[in-house]
C-alpha cells in the first residue's frame, strides 16, 4: 500500500489542484468550440468550389459565398495547404475583376497546383486525381493531354469516385479531340448516377433522350432527370420541360413544359425564363405570341442570363416583333460578350465592322473575332478569314 | 528651382503619400475594432450567455455538493473556483457589472516623469499663442496618462517632444524641410505603431472566433445558432442535475 494515501493533507492537496479546472474566457471557448483546422476549413471552401457552373465569371460584390471561399484558399495557400493551389488557381481564372492581375496569379497556382499534385499523387485521394485530370483537359499549369486527363479521371473513377466517374463519361461525349465512346460515357455516368451525382443523372437522362450508346428511352430520361431535379437541381427541371415540349417519352403537353421551366425559374434559374420565351415565339405546344416572347427573354436578360442577352440583342439587331434598334442590339450583345459568350463577341464584332449601333472600329471587330476564335468559335475564325486575317496568328 | 527647394518638394510629396497610408491604416484599424466589438457584442448575447448560465449553474450545484459534505476540502474549494469561474464568465458577458479596476500604483518614478514632462511642456513657459496651445494639449495628454499611472505613455510624449514639427514654426525652406523631416520622421513611427496594433489585434482571440463565424455564415452556416442549441440542451441537463442534487 502507498505510504502517502495514509496522509490526507497530501491527498487534499492534490484534489484541490484538480477540481479547479480553469475554463477560461468565454470567447476562448467559443473559439475551442468552433475553430476549424485547416482540413475542415478546405473542405467547407471547397464545397462553394464544387458547386461548379456559379464560380464561372464570379466577382466579389455579387457572390460574397464565392469570394469567401476565395479567401480560404488564399489564407490556405499561404500555409503551403497544397490542395488549395487548384481551386484557388480556377478561381483566379474565373474572377471578372483585376483580370490581368488574376491571370497572373492563376498562372501562378496552377504551376504550384500541378507541381503539387505529382509529388502526392500516390496518396489515395480522389480528389487531387481529378484536379490533375482537370489540369491536363484544360492545359492549366501543363501541357494539354488528353491521354493524361483521360488516366488521372478513371483512377478516380475506379476507385467508386463520382466527380471521376463523370468527368471520365464527359470527356467521351464532348472533349473533341478524344475518340467519342458513347457506350463506356453510359457506363461512367450511370455510375455516377446511380450514387446520387446530380450530374451523372443529367448526363445519363440526356444519353437516354438522344439514344446514344443506348437505345433510345424517353421514360428512362424522364426517370433521371426527376432524380437530379429531387436533389434541387434545376437543370433537371429544365430538362423534364424539354421532354413535355417535345413529346419525348411523355405525350407532348404544353402546359406541363410550361410548369417545369416556371419551377426552374422560380429557383433562380434564369435558362427556364429563356425555354418560356421561346416557346411563345416558336407556338410549338402554346398559342404563339410574340408580346409574350418578348418579355420573358427581357426578363431573362435582365437577370443576367448570357444567352437571354444574345437572343435579345438578336431580337432587335433583326426587327420584326419591334422596331429594328442596333443601339439596343449593341447592348445587349455586349453584356453577354461580357459574360464570354463567344456567339455574342461575334454579332458584336459584326457591329463594330459595320458600324451598326456603334462607331465603326475596324480594330476592335477584330479583336472581338480574335476572342471568339481563341475559344474555338468557328464563326469567328471564319470572319476573321473574311477580313484576311489568318487567325492562328 | 533650387537644389533645397527641390528637396522640399520631394520631401513634401513623401510626406503627402505617408500621411495618406497613415490615414487608411488608421481607418482599417478603428473600422475593425469597431466591428470587432459588434461581433462581440453579438456573440455574448447568443452564446456568452448561455456559457455563463452553464456556469452559475454549476457553481449552484458545486455550493449544494459543498453543503451536502462540509468535511470535504475539496468539495468546498471546488464550490469556490466554480463560484469565482461563474462571477468572471457572468462579467464577461455583460451579465453583472465587473469590478472597476484599482486605481494605479504612484510609485516615485512615474512622480519623477511627471515632473520631467511638466518641466519640459508646460504651457506657462511658451513664448507665443500657439506654442502655448501645443503644450496645453500635451499637457493634458500627460495629466491622462499620470492618472492612468502609464509611465511609458509619459516618457514616450517627453521622446517625442523634442522632435515635434509643430515646434518648427519658421516659413524658410531650412525651417520647411526641418518641418517636413520631422513630420515624415513621426507618420514612420505612428505607421508602425498602427502596423503593429494591426497585427495584434489580429492575433486575439475574439479576432481569430470572428472570422471563423463570419466565414462559415458567409458559406451558408449558422455555427452560433447551432453552438446556442448545444448549450441549451446542456442547461437543460444541468438544469436536471440540479433538482436532482437538491
Redesign the interface.
Known amino acids: 500500500m502507498d505510504e502517502r494515501e495514509n496522509l490526507p493533507a497530501v491527498i ?1 492537496a492534490q ?2 489542484t ?3 479546472e480553469k ?1 477560461g ?7 475551442i ?4 483546422d485547416n482540413d475542415a ?1 478546405y473542405r ?2 471547397r ?2 468550389f464544387d458547386r461548379g457552373d456559379e464560380i464561372r465569371n464570379w466577382n466579389a460584390t455579387d457572390d ?2 464565392i ?3 476565395f ?2 484558399f488564399q489564407r490556405l495557400s499561404d500555409k503551403n495547404y497544397g490542395k488549395a493551389y487548384f481551386p484557388l488557381s480556377r478561381l483566379y481564372r474565373t474572377r471578372q475583376e483585376d483580370i490581368e492581375e488574376g491571370l497572373k496569379h492563376a498562372q501562378h497556382f496552377e504551376q504550384r497546383a500541378v507541381d503539387w499534385c505529382f509529388a502526392n499523387q500516390a496518396n489515395q485521394d480522389v480528389e487531387l486525381w481529378c484536379d490533375l485530370g482537370v489540369m491536363y483537359k484544360d492545359g492549366y499549369g501543363v501541357e494539354k493531354n488528353y491521354k493524361q486527363a483521360e488516366y488521372w479521371f478513371h483512377k478516380a473513377a475506379e476507385q467508386g469516385d463520382a466527380n471521376g466517374q463523370w468527368q471520365l463519361g464527359h470527356m467521351y461525349v464532348w472533349v473533341d479531340g478524344v475518340p467519342e465512346n458513347f457506350e463506356q460515357a453510359v457506363y461512367w455516368f450511370r455510375k455516377a448516377a446511380e450514387q446520387g451525382d446530380a450530374n451523372g443523372q443529367l448526363q445519363l437522362g440526356e444519353m437516354y433522350r438522344v439514344g446514344f450508346g443506348v437505345p433510345q428511352n424517353g421514360e428512362q430520361a424522364m426517370y433521371w432527370f426527376h432524380k437530379a431535379a429531387e436533389q434541387g437541381d434545376t437543370r433537371g427541371l429544365v430538362s423534364i420541360g424539354l421532354l413535355y415540349k417535345y413529346g419525348e417519352g411523355v405525350p407532348q403537353n404544353g402546359e406541363q413544359a410550361m410548369y417545369w421551366f416556371h419551377k426552374a425559374a422560380e429557383q433562380g434559374d434564369t435558362v427556364g425564363l429563356v425555354h418560356i420565351s421561346e416557346m411563345y415565339f416558336d407556338g410549338l405546344v402554346v398559342e404563339k405570341s410574340d408580346k409574350q416572347g418578348l418579355y420573358w427573354m427581357r426578363k431573362a436578360a435582365e437577370q443576367g442570363d448570357a444567352d437571354g442577352q444574345y437572343e435579345l440583342g438578336l431580337i432587335y439587331h433583326e426587327g420584326g416583333c419591334v422596331a429594328q434598334d442596333y443601339k439596343e442590339a449593341v447592348k445587349w450583345y455586349r453584356l453577354a460578350a461580357e459574360q464570354g459568350f463567344t456567339e455574342a463577341l461575334c454579332n458584336l464584332g459584326w457591329m463594330y465592322e459595320g458600324g451598326d449601333g456603334v462607331l465603326q472600329d475596324h480594330k476592335e471587330a477584330v479583336k472581338l473575332f480574335q476572342m471568339a476564335a481563341d475559344q474555338g468559335n468557328t464563326r469567328g475564325q471564319e470572319s476573321l478569314r473574311k477580313l484576311g486575317i489568318d487567325w492562328e496568328k | 528651382m533650387l537644389p533645397e527647394e527641390q528637396e522640399l518638394t520631394r520631401l513634401e510629396a513623401e510626406q503627402a503619400v505617408l500621411e495618406e497610408q497613415v490615414t487608411t491604416a488608421e481607418l482599417t484599424l478603428e473600422t475593425s475594432k469597431t466591428e470587432t466589438a459588434q461581433f462581440q457584442h453579438r456573440f455574448h448575447q447568443t452564446v456568452g450567455r448561455l456559457y455563463a448560465q452553464l456556469d452559475e449553474m454549476d457553481a449552484l450545484l458545486a455550493r449544494v455538493q459543498a453543503g451536502l459534505s462540509p468535511d470535504d476540502v475539496a468539495a468546498q474549494a471546488h464550490a469556490q473556483a466554480a463560484e469565482q469561474q461563474a462571477k468572471a464568465s457572468a462579467e464577461e458577458a455583460g451579465l453583472i457589472e465587473a469590478q472597476p479596476a484599482p486605481p494605479p500604483v504612484i510609485t516615485p518614478e512615474l512622480k519623477l516623469a511627471f515632473r520631467q514632462a511638466a518641466k519640459l511642456m508646460h504651457p506657462d513657459r511658451a513664448t507665443s499663442e500657439l506654442e502655448r496651445l501645443r503644450r496645453t494639449e500635451l499637457m493634458a495628454q500627460v495629466n491622462l496618462a499620470y492618472e492612468r499611472g502609464d509611465q511609458q505613455a509619459i516618457e514616450k510624449l517627453v521622446s517625442e517632444y523634442g522632435q515635434d514639427p509643430e515646434s518648427i514654426t519658421g516659413g524658410d525652406v531650412a525651417s520647411r524641410i526641418v518641418k517636413a523631416c520631422r513630420r515624415i520622421a513621426q507618420l514612420r513611427r505612428r505607421m508602425g505603431e498602427v502596423q503593429q496594433q494591426i497585427d495584434a489585434m489580429q492575433q486575439t482571440e475574439i479576432f481569430h472566433l470572428k472570422q471563423t463565424i463570419e466565414e462559415t455564415e458567409a458559406m451558408g452556416g449558422d455555427p452560433l445558432g447551432d453552438l446556442a442549441k448545444q448549450l441549451m440542451q446542456e442547461l437543460s441537463e444541468r438544469k436536471i442535475k440540479l433538482e436532482i442534487a437538491r
Request: aromatic content about 4%; glycine content about 6%.
Open positions: 487534499a484534489a484541490l484538480a477540481t479547479t475554463r474566457s468565454l470567447v476562448g471557448r467559443g473559439l468550440a468552433l475553430r476549424k476549413l467547407q471552401a464545397a462553394v460574397p459565398t469570394f469567401t471561399a479567401k480560404i
